[in-house]
């Protein structure tokens, strides 16, 4: 499992969340994908990592700019919960 983090500009509200995922998933096969105009982070949960360029596009073609992506393995909690014995 992976998961992306999305610097979006540009989110001032929660349709602007609802835009950027939406605009994820139907782009991508994602688990989970929640973004945060406060924040103006998007974090995506998926199988396997995503085309950062076409996150790029994807993103962008809403009306938002990606500032940044990162990616980093991801555990869900039950797992990790069971990974220290």
Excluded: W
């Excluded at 999305?6 to 994908?33: S, T, W």
């Excluded at 929640?34 to 998007?42: E, L, V």
């Amino acid at each position: 499992m992976t998961k992306t983090i999305l610097k979006i500009d540009g989110m001032m509200c929660g349709m602007c969340e609802a835009h950027v995922n939406d605009a994820v998933r139907r782009g991508f096969d994602v688990k989970k994908v929640r973004s945060s105009h406060k924040s103006g982070n998007c974090e995506i949960i998926s199988s396997a990592p995503l085309d950062k360029e076409k996150l790029y596009v994807a993103v962008e073609e809403t009306g938002y700019r990606v500032l940044g992506v990162t990616e980093e393995p991801y555990t869900s909690g039950f797992s990790r919960l069971f990974s220290h014995q």
